[in-house]
């Protein structure tokens, strides 16, 4: 399996957004937050991004196993790979920027800015402001290096069967975990009720995101922060036999946030030179100095 970026087979999508563009086909129904841009339009679009979505979940299918997972964890959850001020960060983040997306001609930090800033008109607390900064600062992966598939894309419990809720279930067929009988029983490998906290999901920009804020940021935000992209149990209601009181609890503030990364999109930037003075004070009321990846 080859690491290179930029190998279409590896990497299907034209740009990551490409995968939230399809969520947003999948769950279009929320009206309140995309401000003067319609929701319907977010369901109109001409281009073709099925099949290489398809392709995408091939490959994700296929190869996020459950010793795959183990294996990153064990590489990128020691965070020495890197040391950086968020606003470094921020640009090493904006490297991602993809001119063939027709949705968003605005970078990586736009749509972090913008679902922060729709958090903050609705008036929530200014820790879920930070999680709109920061969800998607795990997608720094790919400039580590990796596949698409194993940085963006629905997320999934691994190590036990996988639910039919989850999108193109029928690819999941090829993984090595679904004829192994470790892994491919209701339960797999963990027991009745255990917690979603004992649960390893599928390797990506959630999880990573989550082990990187989970010193400096309240309990509900880091459920949203480590299970935004876990659409089989926020929207499907799926795995409820993992599940204890506490993610029964946590589950509302998941569901809170989602409407605005995927809704929140708006071809306006946001006015920076205005907006910077509050986001440093609030960086600085959470986040140490340098982040480490
Ligand atoms: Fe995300
Ligand atoms: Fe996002």
Redesign the pocket.
């Known amino acids: 399996m080859s690491q290179q970026n930029n190998v279409p087979v590896i990497n299907p999508l034209a740009s990551l957004d490409e995968w939230?563009e399809d969520v947003l086909k999948r769950y279009p129904d929320v009206d309140a937050i995309a401000g003067d841009k319609d929701t319907n339009e977010y369901r109109n679009y001409e281009t073709p991004v099925r099949d290489t979505v398809r392709e995408f979940y091939r490959l994700n299918h296929e190869y996020q196993s459950y010793d795959f997972v183990q294996e990153k964890r064990a590489h990128y959850l020691q965070f020495n790979k890197a040391k950086m001020p968020i606003w470094d960060a921020f640009e090493f983040l904006n490297q991602l920027v993809d001119d063939s997306d027709p949705d968003t001609d605005l970078d990586q930090f736009q749509h972090l800015l913008q679902t922060a800033e729709a958090i903050r008109r609705d008036g929530h607390p200014d820790w879920m402001v930070m999680v709109g900064l920061m969800?998607?600062m795990?997608?720094v992966l790919c400039l580590f290096g990796e596949p698409q598939w194993a940085v963006?894309g629905d997320t999934f419990p691994v190590g036990c069967a996988y639910s039919d809720k989850i999108v193109y279930p029928e690819f999941f067929s090829l993984n090595k975990d679904f004829s192994d009988s470790r892994y491919n029983t209701r339960l797999g490998v963990y027991a009745e009720g255990c917690g979603l906290r004992n649960v390893t999901m599928s390797w990506g920009?959630?999880e990573y995101v989550y082990q990187m804020m989970k010193d400096y940021l309240p309990e509900p935000a880091l459920y949203m922060l480590r299970y935004?992209?876990f659409y089989a149990w926020h929207r499907e209601g799926e795995y409820s036999y993992l599940l204890d009181d506490h993610d029964r609890e946590m589950l509302k503030w998941v569901k809170l946030f989602n409407p605005y990364?995927l809704y929140s999109k708006n071809p306006t930037p946001p006015d920076w030179k205005q907006l910077q003075p509050y986001y440093e004070e609030l960086v600085k009321k959470y986040l140490p100095g340098d982040l480490k990846f």
């Open positions: 939230e969800h998607d795990g997608k963006v920009h959630d935004h992209s990364d």
